[in-house]
């Protein structure tokens, strides 16, 4: 008997399955692929915010050719496995387009799900570089790619005078991705990187580590993974009296650090995309969210606020849900302008301008540099 | 030559020397007893015969092979079974299954021959199982072959532990106090089924007893040992009457049962 | 040895028998039953659409992982803490021979099998010696020594991993779309059922038992316990390395990160849940792994404490699992 | 820097990692050598102890500030809350398992940690916490070596919890009771010792530690996080077996040498931080397969 209830525990789950995936009709369905589980669930819930307040102004002020936006999330809860589930879930309900991606890793195996489907695909965050070879065609990174924040990261070092630096990434593929960029480039450039090194992410303890780097003396330190741990290394840093130039990359950009590290970031410098905080033009957008979801937003917010316009407006420029004429239409956008600047792409399908700024962390708070 | 022979045995707990150069021989087709008082090293003697302690000192030769120190699964493979003073079934498993134990190191399909089930396979099983169940006939409780082990009465479990030993086809059969906890019908059995073992199936027998009556009825040499040490060696009668084991045995043996 | 075989269900049985749902327990009735399920499986995709095949095709997966890693925990009785190891081996056994070295996808499976037997020797070989608890320590030390590799060489990729890896073709036929794929991992799933129930019935499983059941005694039934874990853990290691192989040119994409102790943990949960070394347990506690943030998306952060205090419960008031135990 | 100097700060690092190495080794050895069970949750219980001594503390700061008196009293309540949770989950979780198969309680242990980690994940929706503290940069310069006074405390905190702890055992008659239930169970029932009150005890000496070391890491470090109790966990374990599991003054010896290793292990060419942890898990399993009973662990005869 209880064979039995086990039985028809699962064929319940299986059926409940089917009703959940069912595809329901709606006029313009545009799927949204974020974390909303797992440990990067704020930032994804974040951007899907800011996607559905998208949706709603444009729903509002008239639909995308006359018909109405109804969003619907696939959670990939920046795992690559679930990734995948979340991707086919989407295409199986028939989306016509698709607006996310924060954690590279997990955007990475859908690229070839949804090329498959030819869905367009605007990638508002994860902006690894390996995205750009596994991308099909119809994939549009709006954000800079690491390429771009390796710029702005030697441009600084340079202009601050820095001969040796040393580089440290957290093992995993976005921050080693950044890490060995910089490296290259800055070797390239005839300089020296003293020390390339790894933190292994829940660590606590970096004194080892900080007397290694003290010890190659470099003028720079470059840690190019999440805040979390970066704090700790700052302060660990500061406390064994290391006083030259520290910086850290955009994963790094949190109003956390400052916290954790307290007194040890001042000086910090940090390299940021467009975050609401330091954009002139996201001010009405900025009271908006606080006003629908009585938050403040978080770091991507404004790029996913982004996507989904970018998205409507190509729909509007193809003047039908036409999967190929919707991507032709991204591919040439050219006046397209965002909260976070203005968009025009590379023919990798990248965006054709760097949108990185230099923050410095000034009495606890992150500032515009310059 | 002896089947069994034990030469200058040592062995060391921490400092504490449990065995003193112990020397002993077991004949083919003999019925031979080790005794000895309580804490007199008997079953520490077994364990280092069959591999689960490592002798400090001497060697033993069982049919003219080294086998001193092995690991005890080697030593059941070279033909020496034991059983357990509190027994040791695999509870939880079937009358037969515990048989089957026996015969693995007398078997040898793999992996492979048992996911296609081969035809030397299925011969393999078939005779497993009928080995398995003449030992089991054997002992006597065939009929409780599919009942799980631990639902069986004391004697019986001891009877499922010599069909586990029997079916790995022992040449010599170590048996640890098998009376213990029988009553004066099951030991009449028991001796019976001792002296059928060697007849019928021509295993030499080996055996720890406290039961002075029953050993000096079936063994056809005796050795006691006293504190790791052998006092005395011999047949009944002789043992019997060696003073040596009247004063240290005998007179121990009183206080015991006041 | 059939008979030994039809003996065991025919007079045991399910525990807490009686009610309406009686009927279960004839050997025909569960059949007819079983025959609907595998009906079911076998036509869902014509009925479905991709994202039920795709959570599926998880399932199956999953299903193949547990049935390997019970062979370990179950039948043999050794707790593995780093079986995602294995997993990653053949992940990247293919991963890198397709992407780096252009080899046929099927020609990877016997490299992956090769390697994975020598990780589970190496692992193995010297460990299994060792007490059961300092043995999940080691196991936990050789998945975490595994990922490190993984995230430090050049050739895996380092922790970006492996992208574009082939997508297998079978005479001509590619298998690409999910529906593909659904078929292969039922296909494993159901190979791996296979190979699990003739390894349990046989004297290898009946070796492991001895050895889970009582060590010393086993050893001293003539058994080789080493020799015996080690083929356990052998065995557990192709599942996982066969798997990963699977897994790999399905994804297109792996990196270490997959292969972290929490996929570890994971498996040994699907396990677990449903009942160590049973079968349909663990099948069971694969579909409940799998389907559980899927259905249940509110609670998808919160799945691993729910599971944890599922298997406490489970450990404290039924060890033997969900799937109720055989009686004789 | 000079080498020497190199040397001497990585002697310093070493040491003060290794004193928290050691404290949790301590909880760790001391449960396995009385009941033979190797607790998973252990590294948790760490965790615990440091977001409990954060909240007691964010209650207590207002009122005595959070400097060193305020961490003090917030790590004494903690040790003791959280004590008495270890108490608990021995209670609840591993009481009825003692008689299980290993492998049983093995599992039930590895829940317990999983547990313990994801309801606090649950609790804090994961974020890192900032554990902001009013202790200083200020230290000591011997030479080019420099040691902050806060890492002073920290080590002789550590050393005078561990040495009340030895006192404890060898001194009273509970350490006693604790040393002869770890070598026969059955014995002690039988001389009149209240084993499962003493096991209890155990447990609370143990997870308090754990707890103290939690705290002291959080205000040292500056934040706490769920998952922060797994790798120290591992390490802990890792010290304990180095030293020779089961016994207390080999936990400590066993910590403060893997914290010197792990220091000096970032200096040596190859491995780097890159491989250093590949560096620690196999020294481990090297350990364990050649010498598992480490240092000053005994070697245990088992009967049939």
Request: hydrophobic share 45%.
């Amino acid at each position: 008997m209880r064979k039995t209830l086990m039985l028809s525990a699962v064929s319940g789950v299986i059926t409940s399955l089917f009703l959940f995936g069912q595809v329901m009709a709606a006029d313009l369905k545009i799927g949204i692929m974020v974390p909303t589980t797992g440990s990067e669930a704020t930032s994804g819930k974040d951007m899907e915010n800011a996607i559905k307040l998208a949706a709603m102004e444009i729903n509002e002020s008239g639909g995308v050719l006359g018909m109405k936006i109804d969003t619907m999330t696939g959670d990939d809860a920046c795992d690559p496995q679930q990734g995948t589930a979340a991707a086919t879930k989407l295409v199986s309900a028939d989306v016509a387009a698709v607006v996310g991606g924060y954690c590279s890793g997990a955007t990475l195996p859908t690229l070839k799900i949804y090329g498959d489907a030819n869905v367009p695909f605007v990638i508002a965050a994860a902006n690894s570089t390996k995205l750009i070879d596994a991308n099909m065609g119809n994939a549009y990174q709006i954000n800079s790619t690491g390429f771009d924040q390796t710029a702005t990261a030697v441009a600084l070092f340079e202009k601050q005078g820095a001969e040796k630096i040393a580089v440290i990434h957290q093992g995993d593929g976005y921050s080693e991705d950044l890490a060995k960029l910089t490296r290259d480039k800055w070797t390239e450039m005839g300089k020296e990187v003293v020390a390339y090194e790894v933190v292994n992410k829940g660590e606590q303890d970096h004194s080892a580590l900080v007397t290694r780097i003290k010890s190659k003396a470099p003028d720079a330190v470059f840690w190019t993974a999440y805040y979390a741990d970066g704090a700790l290394l700052i302060k660990q840093l500061r406390q064994a009296g290391y006083r030259n130039l520290i910086a850290v990359g955009d994963g790094s950009n949190s109003p956390k650090l400052l916290e954790i590290a307290g007194k040890a970031a001042e000086g910090v410098y940090c390299f940021s995309n467009p975050t609401v905080d330091y954009l002139p033009a996201a001010k009405d957008f900025h009271a908006n969210y606080k006003k629908t979801f009585d938050q403040e937003p978080d770091a991507y917010a404004a790029l996913a606020y982004d996507g989904m316009k970018l998205m409507a407006d190509a729909i509007e420029r193809a003047g039908s849900t036409d999967q190929d004429a919707i991507i032709k239409a991204l591919g040439e956008t050219t006046s397209f302008t965002g909260i976070a600047g203005p968009v025009s792409f590379t023919d990798k399908n990248t965006l054709a301008r760097s949108n990185f700024v230099t923050l410095i962390a000034k009495d606890g708070k992150w500032t515009l540099s310059e | 030559m002896a089947l069994l022979e034990v030469k200058n045995l040592g062995l060391n707990f921490a400092g504490l020397q449990v065995i003193k150069e112990l020397s002993f021989s077991v004949q083919p087709g003999s019925i031979a007893s080790l005794i000895g008082p309580n804490g007199a090293g008997k079953t520490s003697v077994f364990n280092c015969l069959t591999g689960f302690y490592k002798p400090s000192s001497g060697q033993i030769v069982f049919d003219g092979k080294q086998i001193t120190r092995k690991r005890p699964y080697k030593i059941t493979r070279s033909g020496m079974a034991r059983t357990f003073q509190n027994l040791r079934l695999f509870k939880k498993m079937t009358v037969l299954e515990n048989v089957m134990s026996g015969m693995h190191c007398r078997t040898r399909t793999g992996a492979i021959g048992a996911i296609l089930r081969t035809g030397s396979q299925k011969r393999e099983e078939a005779e497993i199982k009928d080995f398995c169940e003449f030992c089991l006939d054997f002992v006597g409780i065939l009929d409780e072959k599919d009942r799980t082990a631990s639902n069986l009465s004391y004697g019986h479990q001891r009877r499922v532990e010599w069909a586990r030993a029997l079916a790995t086809r022992p040449k010599l059969l170590l048996l640890d106090e098998p009376a213990a906890g029988l009553n004066f019908d099951e030991k009449q059995q028991l001796i019976e089924l001792i002296k059928r073992i060697r007849d019928e199936l021509s295993i030499t027998i080996l055996l720890i007893e406290h039961d002075m009556g029953l050993v000096m009825k079936i063994s056809e040499m005796i050795t006691v040992i006293d504190y790791g040490q052998k006092i005395a060696q011999g047949n009944a009668e002789e043992v019997q009457n060696d003073p040596r084991v009247i004063e240290a045995y005998l007179g121990r043996e009183e206080d015991e049962v006041a | 040895m059939d008979r030994l075989d039809s003996a065991a269900p025919g007079n045991g049985d399910v525990a807490g028998t009686g009610g309406p749902l009686r009927w279960l327990e004839s050997q025909k009735n569960r059949l007819i039953v079983l025959t609907f399920l595998a009906g079911l499986a076998m036509f869902l995709p014509l009925i479905s659409n991709n994202y039920v095949l795709e959570v599926m095709t998880n399932v199956w997966f999953y299903v193949m992982l547990c049935l390997g890693l019970n062979i370990v925990v179950g039948y043999a009785g050794l707790l593995d803490l780093g079986y995602a190891a294995f997993f990653a081996v053949g992940a990247y056994t293919t991963g890198i021979l397709t992407s780096h070295f252009g080899v046929n996808f099927w020609l990877t499976i016997p490299a992956a099998v090769l390697f994975s037997i020598c990780a589970g020797v190496i692992i193995g070989g010297p460990t299994l010696r060792l007490r059961s608890d300092y043995l999940a320590i080691v196991t936990l030390g050789f998945g975490e020594i595994v990922r490190i590799i993984a995230r430090n060489l050049e050739i895996t990729g380092g922790a970006s991993g492996l992208i574009g890896i082939e997508k297998p073709s079978l005479f001509g036929f590619e298998i690409s779309q999910i529906s593909h794929f659904y078929y292969v991992f039922l296909l494993l799933a159901c190979l791996a059922c296979f190979v699990s129930y003739r390894l349990q019935h046989s004297r290898l499983g009946r070796a492991w038992q001895y050895v889970r059941e009582d060590e010393d005694a086993a050893e001293a039934m003539g058994i080789d316990r080493v020799a015996i874990k080690l083929y356990a853990y052998v065995i557990g290691a192709i599942f996982g390395g066969v798997a990963g192989c699977f897994f790999a040119a399905k994804m297109t994409a792996i990196s270490p990160e997959t292969f972290m102790f929490q996929q570890s943990v994971l498996i040994l949960l699907g396990v677990v849940l449903g009942g160590m070394g049973k079968i349909p347990g663990v099948i069971i506690g694969a579909f409940a792994l799998v389907l559980f943030p899927e259905v249940f998306r509110d609670l998808g952060s919160s799945r691993i404490l729910v599971f944890a205090i599922v298997m406490l419960v489970i450990m404290l008031y039924r060890p033997e699992g969900i799937w109720p135990e055989k009686k004789t | 820097m000079t080498l020497q100097d190199i040397l001497l700060q990585q002697l310093a690092n070493g040491l003060i990692l290794g004193s928290f190495y050691a404290l949790v080794a301590l909880g760790y050895t001391m449960v396995y050598g009385i009941i033979k069970l190797l607790n998973f949750a252990h590294g948790d219980l760490y965790m615990i102890g440091a977001f409990l001594g954060f909240l007691v503390l964010s209650v207590l700061s207002p009122l005595i500030g959070d400097s060193w008196v305020g961490i003090m009293c917030s790590m004494v309540l903690s040790m003791i809350a959280v004590g008495l949770l270890g108490v608990l989950i021995q209670r609840i979780a591993y009481q009825p398992m003692l008689s299980a198969p290993r492998l049983s309680i093995l599992i039930t242990a590895l829940a317990v940690s999983m547990i313990l980690s994801n309801g606090v994940l649950a609790f804090t929706d994961g974020e890192y916490l900032a554990f902001s503290t009013d202790l200083g940069y200020e230290g000591l310069e011997f030479g080019n070596v420099f040691i902050t006074y806060t890492q002073m405390v920290l080590v002789g905190a550590a050393a005078l919890l561990m040495s009340a702890l030895y006192l404890f055992v060898h001194r009273t008659m509970y350490g006693k009771a604790m040393r002869a239930i770890a070598i026969d169970k059955d014995a002690c029932r039988l001389m009149g010792i209240h084993v499962n009150r003493i096991i209890a005890l155990t447990f609370f000496i143990g997870t308090s530690l754990a707890a103290s070391a939690g705290i002291m890491a959080g205000a040292y470090y500056g934040s706490i996080h769920f998952f922060m109790g797994f790798v120290i966990g591992l390490k802990a374990f890792t010290a304990a077996v180095i030293g020779g599991i089961g016994s207390i003054p080999g936990a400590m010896l066993g910590g403060l040498l893997l914290g010197l290793l792990e220091s000096f292990g970032t200096q040596i060419p190859f491995i780097g931080t890159e491989w250093k942890d590949v560096f620690s898990f196999g020294i481990l399993i090297l350990l364990l397969v050649f010498k598992p009973t480490g240092i000053l662990g005994r070697t245990e005869i088992e009967r049939m």
